[in-house]
């Protein structure tokens, strides 16, 4: 088991560009988080997924933010028409839903927009 | 709403004892956590500890939970260069639950 696994680990674009980001968590947890951190602040949380159903989604997730997990697996985070105010690291979590859920995070995307 | 408060930054010299201070408004806070977030990296899950609980022992790290104040502090016993980052506490309420994060206390380590 390698842990969260997040790709890109970095990514520069020009603002008004596309930007897909790929998040592989722990094989056997059915729960995946995506939260967004910027500098000098803790993360805040975007989106939540138990298996392949999108269950809650933050008031931070503008509608140029969508997020998938097709197959209850891989989920991918994709913004569209990026903001320079996108600019942030962007960190997925999984975890395995029982009595006491604790949340395992990947190493996150650093997105700069220009 | 939900907030989490931690102060912004502490010095030690190494080998002393490390207290990072954090505090929560949400009473229905189930579980609470520490992260631990080296530069350019992810969060490293430290410790937890359940909100009936007020103390966990876990090697270097001792948690202390004062549920009345919803205060909770994590103790780094016998600090070293490489506790040296930036300390997240998170609360939830419960399963399912999304984590709400301080907005992170960083640790110096001095020789």
């Known amino acids: 088991d390698t842990g969260v696994s997040q790709n890109p680990r970095h990514k520069i674009t020009k603002r008004g560009q596309n930007v897909t980001f790929r998040c592989d968590p722990i094989s056997e947890h059915n729960r995946l988080y995506w939260y967004r951190q910027t500098l000098g602040q803790g993360p805040e949380f975007l989106t939540y997924?138990?298996?392949?159903?999108?269950?809650?989604k933050s008031r931070l997730l503008s509608d140029r933010f969508s997020a998938e997990r097709p197959k209850g697996s891989f989920s991918t985070l994709e913004i569209q028409r990026t903001e320079q105010g996108d600019s942030a690291m962007y960190l997925c979590?999984?975890?395995?839903?029982?009595?006491?859920?604790?949340?395992?995070f990947g190493p996150g995307t650093r997105l700069l927009v220009l | 709403g939900e907030d989490v408060e931690q102060s912004l930054f502490l010095s030690v010299r190494e080998g002393d004892s490390s207290v990072i201070n954090c505090t929560y408004t949400?009473?229905?806070?189930?579980?609470l956590y520490w992260y631990k977030q080296e530069p350019g990296a992810g969060l490293q899950l430290l410790t937890y500890i359940f909100s009936n609980m007020d103390m966990k022992q876990d090697q270097r790290l001792t948690v202390l939970l004062n549920k009345k104040d919803k205060h909770l502090s994590l103790r780094i016993a016998d600090t070293q260069t490489g506790d040296s980052a930036i300390y997240f506490c998170a609360e939830s309420t419960g399963t399912a639950s999304k984590l709400t994060f301080g907005t992170g206390t960083r640790l110096q380590v001095t020789l």
């Open positions: 997924f138990q298996n392949e159903a999108q269950l809650e």
């Open positions: 979590a999984s975890s395995w839903g029982l009595s006491q859920e604790t949340q395992y």
């Open positions: 949400d009473s229905s806070s189930t579980y």
